[in-house]
């Protein structure tokens, strides 16, 4: 049972070109979640689905793509990636079935943007 | 904007002592969370105190609520050098499933 996993674990790229970081988790959860890590600003929200085919903005949106076709993957674009998206990125998923549960967390991504 | 906000931002400790965290929080919410993230790793639900709970316990955690005040605190007893780690708190309000980050405090125990 692997959980919730992240892919690639590190990635670099240069400016203006389109990544795809890649997002998957095997209990079924319907919520999953992106966020970004800075160093001084913590975690902030992206973006969030509460189930497949249904995606919403989070706190810094701007500058990604997100899609959910299934419910076990939930997929981030960066379309033209930029300097100021250099961070780590986490994904997580929880199960609406409890009020308030909590998130659990896949490894990250680290992005760097040249 | 955080929604939270953590004291202190780092705290060094001794083996076997107790060290407590801050954390404060500008609006309403249906719970709040603690996580740990240890140093290049994902983070990992430690605890979650409902808004009508003033404390809650979980092993050598300790967490406390005050709604008054918007604000709750994480103590850990007797921390062991595993305890090393960051440490967040993390807010959820209304009917939506979405947590909002504190900056984190950074935790060293000293063996």
């Known amino acids: 049972d692997a959980g919730i996993t992240q892919s690639p674990r590190y990635k670099i790229t240069e400016t203006g070109r389109q990544v795809t970081l890649m997002c998957h988790q095997t209990?079924?959860?319907?919520?999953m979640f992106w966020y970004r890590q800075d160093l001084g600003h913590g975690l902030r929200l992206i973006y969030y689905?509460?189930?497949?085919?249904?995606?919403d903005k989070g706190e810094v949106p701007d500058g990604y793509v997100v899609s959910r076709s299934k419910t076990e993957n939930f997929p981030l674009t960066l379309e033209s990636a930029t300097r100021s998206q250099t961070s780590v990125y986490f994904c997580?998923?929880?199960?609406?079935?409890?009020?308030?549960?909590?998130?659990?967390f896949g490894p990250g991504t680290r992005l760097t943007v040249l | 904007s955080q929604q939270g906000e953590e004291d202190p931002q780092a705290l060094s400790i001794q083996e076997g002592e107790n060290a407590t965290m801050n954390c404060s929080y500008k609006?309403?919410?249906?719970?709040l969370q603690w996580y740990r993230q240890n140093s290049g790793r994902g983070l990992v639900h430690l605890i979650l105190?409902?808004?009508?709970?003033r404390e809650k316990h979980s092993g050598r955690l300790r967490v406390t609520l005050d709604t008054s005040k918007k604000s709750s605190s994480l103590l850990i007893t007797a921390s062991r050098a595993a305890d090393t780690a960051s440490y967040f708190c993390?807010?959820?309000?209304?009917?939506?499933?979405?947590?909002?980050f504190g900056s984190g405090t950074q935790l060293t125990v000293l063996p």
């Open positions: 997580a998923s929880s199960n609406p079935g409890l009020a308030g549960s909590e998130q659990f």
């Open positions: 209990w079924s959860h319907s919520y």
């Open positions: 689905s509460a189930a497949a085919d249904i995606t």
């Open positions: 609006t309403s919410i249906n719970n």
């Open positions: 105190i409902r808004s009508n709970e």
């Open positions: 993390a807010s959820m309000r209304g009917s939506a499933r979405q947590l909002t």
